[in-house]
Nanobody, 120 residues
């Protein structure tokens, strides 16, 4: 089971990017999914999360600019980022809480990270 993130890149301030993260492998179900980010010299922080029922939560710094969504049929979570600011520059990581067996609890998996750079 793995998560593959994509969609990062270089964008000017005020621009937009859409990140995607696909879960693949032997998956019996996915609970919560989310996006975190880590800027140079800073701790990893939650950007947004979404439950299996599509309830969402956002960091105050991205509310109104970022939108998290998921496609359960594709085991994919998205992060639409609009009105990007230089302070959004970071490596963005996705995670997913998944069942990998028909019995038992979930395991939290992390993607490899995708770099977002916002120039001023």
């Amino acid at each position: 089971v793995q998560l593959q993130a994509s969609g990062g890149g270089l964008v000017q301030a005020g621009g937009s990017l859409r990140l995607s993260c696909v879960a693949s492998g032997r998956i019996f179900g996915i609970n919560d999914m989310g996006w975190y980010r880590q800027a140079p010299g800073k701790q990893r922080e939650l950007v947004a999360s979404i439950t299996s029922g599509s309830s969402t939560k956002y960091a105050d710094s991205v509310k109104g600019r970022f939108t998290i969504s998921r496609d359960n049929a594709k085991n994919t979570v998205y992060l639409q980022m609009n009105s990007l600011k230089p302070e959004d520059t970071a490596v963005y990581y996705c995670n997913a809480d998944m069942w990998t067996h028909s019995l038992g609890g979930t395991i939290l998996f992390w993607g490899q990270g995708t770099l977002v750079t916002v120039s001023s």
